[in-house]
């Protein structure tokens, strides 16, 4: 049975309404906020691509920054996607001052990585761009593009880090609204920057800053009034040793993004040596794609997670199995759906990004072959949802590397030896449907465990009384 808690409203939805209805009605809102989250760079690359004459250039120039853009991210992943569920956690306990410590120390801690992150990267952009596969005719893109970018880092962290403290009170309406506002600002200055004012690259990067810098005011604002069922209060934004559970629980989703900034230089330092140009700006479109079907399912993992969370923390693990439920039949059915789309009708979107006919026949070849994994892959992304739901970190942090780290990399550098430049896009499907399928293995042992623990430390024992019958101690 789950421990009494609070009646906050929060309860009372995350609690004890019905777990599938609950779940979609999270999920609808952070699936439009992570969608507004990737089109920051996909509206970036439609724009640029269409700059005149130069189009194809600025935007692989672009493309080749994204491994940094990915690397900003990733570690506002390691405070936010760790300390919201350790928050969630707390709240379905009922210790709500423990969870407003978790998000002071996690915000002073995100400006921390970012005055850091944009110290270094300044320092070090243009070898650390050479060497993730800028050329000649790309690298003053690459470095116009990221020398903007970076002066607002902190305002990247902080979005997207501090909102996740929003959706772990269930609030996703309002964290999606947070995204919305700094999306509909990069809209509307792209075009204006970029060819009204004629600024190329470098006004895309000044769009998103400004963009991100407003979300990062509304967000900070709400979660300081009283409108917040956990408030950012003065006195809780210290460096305090709580950042260190959530650093830990936030290690599996930071190694699942920096290992895609790391494969997405993998790619395009291959794709420039046997390919050369036309090949790194086709995974560009690819990867731009494919950032589609990733705001889907992580948008079903950010609603669900605060679900799994919050009853795990209360021990109502009738209701955290059926979030599991639904955690994996989302992330499956999405993204096998979504890549289909994208398998069958790859130079079509293609077009939305070049004219030019060889990068259309790129993805038009590549597409289906890079893709085909994903539908398994969806095993993954379930099991990450219900691990960090869960706060299992461990094992979440070694599915993490496995993808990526133990598959992914050694094949694309492997492959080609042997098969080319097609050896990189056929190493995609390979590590994406075995990590999947060790992924959904490994959880059916670690669950069943879980609930056992958990079930253990609840049941009460049962001792004789005097008069010979039995009562629970």
Known sequence: MPTTTTTNALDAG???????????????????????????????????GHIPGVGNEAMTGVGVCFPILLAVTAFASLIGAGGAPRASIELGRGNFRKAERILGTSAVFLVAVAVTLTIVLQLAKRPILVAFGASDATIDYAVDFITVYLVGTVFVQLTLGLNNFIAAQGKTTVAMVSVLIGTGTSIALDPLFIFVAGWGVRGAALANVLAQMISTIW???????????????PRNIRFDRLILPVLSLGLAPFIMQITECLINVVFNVGLQRYGGDDYVTSITIITSLMQIVSVLTAGFQQGIQPIIGFNFGARDMDRVRQAIRMAFVTQIASATALVSILAAFPGFFAGWFTDKPDVIAIVTTMMPVFVCGWGIFGIQMGVQCALVGMGQAKLSIFLAILRKIILLVPLALILPHWLGVNGIFIAEPISDATSGIVAGVLFCFAYRRIRASLTESITPTITPTAAGTSQPS
């Open 14 to 48: 995350l609690g004890t309404k019905p777990v599938p209805r609950l779940a979609l009605t999270m999920s609808i809102p952070t699936i439009v906020a992570q969608g507004a989250n990737a089109s920051y760079t996909i509206i970036d690359r439609l724009f640029i």
């Open 219 to 233: 967000i900070v604002w709400f979660l300081s009034s009283g409108r917040s069922a956990i408030r950012l209060r």
